[in-house]
């Protein structure tokens, strides 16, 4: 299988641009960005502290895998034009969600890394039209997915020709119900162990709040992984998804710093 260590011994080297994920670079590149693409405004200060961090690299969803459809959507084109926009403005490399393959087209057109969300990472539609692709793709794992549906999702995506897979662990559903999700540390060094792919952890989505995600940020970048996905917001009380996960500017900023001496570069 193109995802395994015997097909590849050495992990999988992603390049956009300067930009190098995986491989033997030992970087940790950290992604931040609110959950969703709210105004103009929003984002720009957004962008902005990702490129006053040195960041290279702006996440935001507008097409939002919600729960209940009375919660916001996401802006849908509107939010990909405002990312299109901070890409141009601040010389940002952005990624954003694909929530079903109506808009798969779309996404792929205006980001620079799409992400497969955990809801999403069954919807073959997607997988298949990603499998096509020149881009690379940040495959979330489905909260319920165990890691062998996870890669084998993977392999749809390499089989059908883009070699381009980067996995994101974010948290799986056990009975414990005191936090959102549980990050699978576990999993994530079966998957270091076994498969050549880049992997990129998202502590947000798996504690579901603020408190931790600092402590849980530090952890992972001592497992040696290639990247973290981490949700901030100018002013996370009236963001309109994920409100109590994502961190305040002034906490991302503390984040950063906390893991610099722990990674071999951010
Ligand atoms: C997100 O990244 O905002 C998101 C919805 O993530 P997930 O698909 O992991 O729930
Ligand atoms: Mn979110």
């Known amino acids: ?34 959950c969703s693409v709210e105004s103009l ?5 957004s962008a902005r502290l990702i490129k006053s961090q040195g960041l290279t690299t702006l996440r935001g969803g ?13 802006l849908g084109l509107e939010g990909l034009k405002l990312l299109a926009q901070m890409r141009e403005e601040h010389g940002l490399k952005v990624i954003t969600e694909v929530r079903d393959a109506t808009h798969v087209d779309e996404v792929i057109e205006h980001s620079d890394i799409i992400q497969i969300g955990a809801k999403a ?3 073959q539609g997607i997988l298949r039209a990603c499998a096509k692709i020149n881009k690379p793709v940040l495959l979330k794992r489905g909260f319920g997915t165990t890691l062998q549906e996870f890669v084998q999702a993977a392999e749809f995506i390499l089989s059908g020709g883009n070699h381009q897979v980067i996995l994101c662990e974010r948290g799986i559903r056990t009975f ?6 549980t990050l699978d540390l576990c999993g994530v060094a079966y998957l270091q162990e076994h498969t050549n792919l880049p992997i990129i952890l998202d502590p947000s989505h798996a504690l579901g709040y603020r408190y931790g995600i600092e402590k849980l940020a530090k952890a992972c970048v001592a497992m040696g992984i290639d990247g973290l996905l981490i949700e901030a917001h100018p002013d996370p009380s009236v963001a309109k998804s994920d409100a109590a996960q994502q961190l305040t500017h002034e906490q991302f900023i503390e984040l950063k710093s906390a893991i610099s001496p722990v990674a071999a570069s951010v």
């Open 176 to 181: 414990e119900t005191k936090t959102r999700f």
């Open 41 to 45: 405004d929003q984002i720009q200060e």
């Open 62 to 74: 507008c097409y939002k895998p919600r729960t209940s459809p009375y919660s916001f959507q996401g």
């Open 1 to 34: 299988q193109l995802a395994s260590r015997e097909f590849q011994a050495e992990t999988r080297t992603i390049k956009i641009g300067d930009l190098t994920i995986g491989g033997n670079t030992k970087n940790t590149i950290l992604i931040g960005g609110p």
């Open 121 to 123: 990472m069954y919807d």
